[in-house]
Nanobody, 123 residues
Framework: VQLQASGGGLVQAGGSLRLSCAAS????????MGWFRQAPGKGREFVAG????????YYAGSVKGRFTISRDNAKNTVYLQMNSLKPVDTAVYYC?????????????????WGQGTQVTVSS
């Protein structure tokens, strides 16, 4: 499967962005999808994940209540709506897919990765 992330940009603190990740190749609806991020000098961390049908989601504590992950299987796309953005949210955001029946939070559990999209939040 090939993943293409988009939607990043520069936003002021308190603002919003919506990231998209379009998938091609194998059956999108069979994959659990996740969003990760990597800030400069730091490791790649889990942000949010969504089950194959979209009825189950899981968030990192740092974004819970501010970010919303969703998917549209008809469009082969997963989204990350980010509200109330903070400067600490500044990072390159990556989408990823995995085969399996649960939302994993570890990078090594994901098989395919998008190229990343930069999100910069100014104070």
């Amino acid at each position: 499967v090939q993943l293409q992330a988009s939607g990043g940009g520069l936003v002021q603190a308190g603002g919003s962005l919506r990231l998209s990740c379009a998938a091609s190749g194998r059956t999108f609806s069979s994959f659990v999808m996740g969003w990760f991020r990597q800030a400069p000098g730091k490791g790649r961390e889990f942000v949010a994940g969504v089950s194959q049908t979209g009825d189950s989601t899981y968030y990192a504590g740092s974004v819970k209540g501010r970010f919303t992950i969703s998917r549209d299987n008809a469009k082969n796309t997963v989204y990350l709506q980010m509200n109330s953005l903070k400067p600490v949210d500044t990072a390159v955001y990556y989408c990823a897919s995995r085969s399996g029946n649960f939302i994993a939070t570890l990078r090594r559990n994901y098989d395919y990765w998008g190229q990343g999209t930069q999100v910069t939040v100014s104070s």
